[in-house]
């Protein structure tokens, strides 16, 4: 899903994922940055001895390409505080949702007598095709999606590898509206589901 991996960075790093093309010096400067100055915890974090941490700091050497890996596992990781996974955990709630019986297959969200719709969610700004209409269209999915399918983006975003969220995504999709095809992901905001009671 074209757009989905650089989203998620953006969204939940607050930064451009081009910072993982960074040279390893500079990534282990912004490692050791973000876990306070310890290189002992840096090192850690990447699974590296201090004194191979220090030689890829100074540019002595540079890591091989699974260290490369885990220094921006470990940025990414970092750069991501409690309060924001525990808000992107709050921005789905799928237990109004009832799956279609029908020929669509499209869910219905059905809530209980004064219960409103909510504010915030999981909402997703992309190019979508629903038959031959192909448009720019931003669609909220927290009513549509469960806790499981946000820990799958929450670990496909830290792991770096964008097919669990794509998986989750589609099948938050299919249930949304089964016809519809993500062409592009051009972004992601969320913010925890408030039914306001």
Do not use: C
């Not at 890829?56 to 470990?74: I, T, V």
């Not at 809530?111 to 909510?118: F, I, T, W, Y």
């Amino acid at each position: 899903m074209e757009g989905l991996k650089g989203a998620l960075f953006r969204s939940l790093a607050k930064r451009s994922p081009k910072s993982e093309e960074r040279d390893a010096s500079v990534r282990a400067g912004q490692l050791l940055k973000r876990v306070g100055g310890s290189l002992k915890d840096a090192a850690a974090k990447v699974g590296a001895s201090p004194r191979t941490f220090k030689r890829w700091l100074s540019g002595e050497s540079s890591p091989k390409a699974s260290n490369s890996e885990a220094l921006n596992r470990a940025n990414r990781d970092v750069l991501v505080p409690q309060g924001r996974r525990d808000r992107l955990m709050q921005s789905a709630d799928d237990r109004y949702l009832e799956l279609g019986e029908d020929d669509s297959g499209a869910g219905t969200i059905r809530r209980p007598e004064g219960v409103g719709a909510p504010s915030g969610g999981f909402v997703v700004d992309a190019t979508i095709r629903v038959s031959k209409d192909i448009r720019r269209r931003v669609v909220n999915l927290g009513e549509y999606m469960s806790s499981d399918q946000m820990a799958d983006l929450m670990a496909s975003y830290l792991s770096g590898d964008p097919s669990a969220a794509e998986i989750a995504l589609t099948q938050a999709f299919e249930a949304y509206l089964p016809s519809a095809e993500v062409v592009v992901v051009h972004g992601v905001h969320f913010a925890p589901l408030d039914y306001g009671g």
